[in-house]
């Protein structure tokens, strides 16, 4: 449970306090082909929080967010979802206990229309339905009948994004959402992702490269950088430099 | 003009017996990209069943129970061999590899188990009526195989366009991993997929064993040219592949008006090797792609 | 459901699949003689020894597959004269003989297997059966120095195949040649053919159509069928385009079966005619092959043989190849006593071979004699007709 990274403060409060945190990462390793990604990372994220995690290509985290899925194997260390170990569950039921993914590519079935995609998404208890996804992409109502393969790479994004958040999670995984978006749709995406943090609570963690949008919308920033946890600070402590530093 | 019409009629049977194992095999390869030339086991399967099951049951149970054992063979394949050489890492060419092992071995528990004699479903004496259709004529066998394998195709396409399920297939056809994001498990879809081509595997299989006879190696010779029709169908188009097989069944008969009986199979591959080199992607990329879409 | 790659994948794993059916990677073979690679007696290559306590003989056909009917006969014609020479004490009174079977699905390739490895286990003489096969092993054997005897398939060209090959059963020729001149002499002017594209089946054709046109009958039309293949009625229905008086089958085994089957199914009434092979038991139980006109040879066996075979098989020796293949163990043991009885040592192949052109006539279990004219038997040959479910005489 110690921890030796620099800046740690942070995690090793929110570790200390009386609440459990809705997803704990405690000195976990993880493989992709057989080198090794995720050398020991240590990370709590609390209810409602919005943590950015930043790094640059290869350091870990997209490796860190499959992780979490169970899409990647952990090789050592524990992975808890409200305190509930899910180090070794199955993809499924990890999403089906509130946990969503964004991938990086392909976060839809290009060969289903618009609406089959988020129905695949659904879930009969959730709070967000298709009025709530039509109200945050109006565009998806009008081509719901649309096959998603024809459509534009910004909107595929807002379908990739509306069938996670169909299952109501109580954890976003975005993984570099705004990859190859117009900067108008840029912020839309990162305006959307504030949006669901705080009018339906949900627990956003966002992998991102853009540094400075990272640092609008986030309420804490964790910088991974060769399979470690560099630096883990509330927004409010870092800045651009500090962050390039580490990089 | 007579003959040219009995020979596309008989087209069209081959044409059907062809589709019914290349919509098998487009699906299940498309879904899971998986080899499974063990395919042509399960259809050969479907008739050495049938045959054998006709010692204790009724025709028409036989054939039902055959055609059943058929798919619990197939998704056996697929859950205790495939599956767990999947999770093991095991892919591509050493899956093929562990497929024709089964294929092979299955085909010799076939020959050793129920005899060397080609094995005759007794279907009754409806099988073999003529029936006229104008002045041309078909069996009652022929008809029925070739209603089924349009009903079975049907049935399919709506089933894949229209139910929950379907749409589970087409998604993890595009996107296996990514159904696993969503929260589904990619078990059923394998379970789902090999147990409806091996269905329609197994219903050839129980024609070829009424017809003629199934016999060891058959299969084979009927999993080689629906896997041309596959590919010339455009891979994993359902529709294509039904298109391409009925094509090439009936190519293969109206040749006979030019050529000798040795020389079409031979012609139908180096047609396929022609259109293989031209368009790699297939005779479907447009138009199947189309009719799929809008069904 | 489109897939955009993998294409290439599937095409490569397609034409590996292919080629690795077509090399005959089923192949599953059987020996009936047990394990033990005993050629017994002799050192490799020079052949079996003199005064050995046993020698093995090599059998090659069809166990399984398609002309697997075919197979049982002639298990069973070796078989017996096996029993019956054990049973008098072996060749000689003291060298008892041992069968080694294998199934080759009366294809080349895995009888061409099975053979090299008889071979190498020093086994000096093989009966074999099928014109394909046993054209592709002729040459093995000429090179080997192994005899190889025929007692089941007819293609012409297994009669010029150099002094290794023995043919205990009339050629093609000899039959196709006399169905020819028989169904003229019963007054018919023209026929059509239908015949698999194996070495038997062209040699059918070639045979009946030479002698049927030199006749004065006419060819109205000429059918090739897939070996093996299931569905003929495409090629049948050309032919009945060209309103033939007969129908000649230049196929044997379960095509032949299947294509008189089908004649009947596209609902042709037209007379049917094919040679001896053609009688096999899913034949003569076919309602549709009531009337097929055939040549057949004679074979009449003694009493006691057909006692001792009803006891056996449960059923009449009908067929003439159960007594090809007994004849062709039984003039194994004549040729190798006399080899032994010259002062050899050893018997070799070579020797097996000179020994039998020497003796030039057997005796046959057919109730006649059997004499190799440049290796090939001459029997008699006459029409029949199969009624009620056998071959009976015509009139």
Redesign the interface.
Known sequence: MSTSVPDGNVAAAARSSSTTPLLRLDDVHAEVAGQPVLRGVSLDVAEGEFVAVLGHNGAGKSTLLRTVLGLVPVRGGRISLAGEDITRTATPQVVRKGVSLVPQQRGYFENLSVADNLTFGARAEGRIGLDEIYELFPILRDRRAQLVGTMSGGQRQMVAISIALMSSPRLLLLDEPSVGLQPNLVARVMEVATQVNTEYGITVVLVEQNIEKVLQVAGRVVVINQGLVQMDAPVAEVTADRIWQLL | MDLFVQLLLNGLVAGSLYALVAVGFALIFAATRHFHIAHAAVFAAGGYFAYFLTDFLPVGPAVAAAVLLSVVLGVALVTLLYRPLERRGGAGFVLFLVSLGALIVIDNVFTVGLGAQPARLAAGSWFTTTVAIGEWSLIAGQVALIVVAFLLFGGLVTLLAKTRMGKLVQAFSANPEFVEIVGRKPQVVLVVVYALGSLLAAVAGVYVAADTGMQPGLGETFFIVSVMAVIIGGIGSITGSFVAAMLLGLLQNVLLLVMGAEWTLAAIFVLFLVLITVSPEGLAKINFRRVKASA | ???QT??????T??A???A??VSG??T?SSGSGGGGGAAAGGADGEGYACGADEVTIGGLW?????Q??Y??WFAAGTEMAVEDINDAGGIGGETQLRLQVEDT?ALPEPAVVAFQGMVSDGIQYVLSSFSSQTLALAPIAANEEVVLINGGAQSDALGEQGPFLFNTIPLLRNESVALAEKLREDGVGSAAIIYT?DDGGEAARENFEEAFTEQGGQITGV????F????F???L??LR?TDPEVLVLGAFG?DSD?II?QV????WDVPLANTSWVAIP?VLANPAAEGLRLTTIPFEPGEDFQQEYEQKYGEAPESAFIGNYYDGVMIFAEAFEQVCESGAETVSGAALADAMREIGTFDSVYGSELTFEEGTASRPIELAVIEGGAVQPAE
Do not use: F, Y
């Open positions: 459901m489109r897939v993998g294409n290439r994948l599937v095409v794993v397609a590996a699949t292919a690795v059916v990677c089923g599953s069809a166990q399984s597959g398609p697997a009917a197979g049982e699905r594209s059918e090739s069928a897939e093996g293949g299931t569905d009625r495409s090629q229905t050309k385009a379960q299947n089957s009947r199914e596209i609902g899913a």
